[in-house]
């Protein structure tokens, strides 16, 4: 049995993870992208974990071949660490910014709602979170 619709955004999530990290771009939109993308995949295994309890998470292929991107007793620990990826994140930029005595409230608007979605972002996970084992 394949759950390809999570197996496919975990390993799409994933790259481009990896893309971002390796950008290593400090600026206020890359870092909140890239804690976007750790709470993305975090979303994923959430996902996976209340549709298919207690299963792998698998990938079918274009060739036909299944590949495991995740044993099913690796789901929460995977998505607690990428969730807990994502608030450091976003901790590290605010502690960043207060350290460069860069106000929130003098950074862009854009900046500000990314930063503000975030964190409500955060919040919902871990809310929705505790309702799974």
Do not use: W
Not at 51 to 68: C, F, I, K
């Amino acid at each position: 049995m394949t759950n390809g619709n999570y197996g496919d955004a975990l390993g799409e999530f994933e790259q481009v993870l990896r893309l971002r990290e390796e950008q290593r771009d400090e600026s206020v939109s890359a870092q909140c992208k890239l804690a976007d993308t750790n709470l993305q995949v975090a979303f994923a295994y959430l996902e996976h974990s209340r549709s298919n309890p207690g299963a792998d998470v698998l990938v079918e292929s274009t060739d036909g071949t299944t590949t495991r991107i995740a044993s099913a007793s690796e789901c929460r620990p995977q998505l607690e660490a990428y969730h807990q990826r994502a608030a450091t994140i976003l901790k590290d930029l605010i502690q960043r910014l207060r350290d460069q005595r860069r106000p929130i409230d003098n950074l862009s608007d854009d900046e500000k709602a990314d930063i503000s979605d975030l964190m409500h972002e955060l919040q919902r996970f871990g809310q929705e979170a505790d309702g799974i084992e």
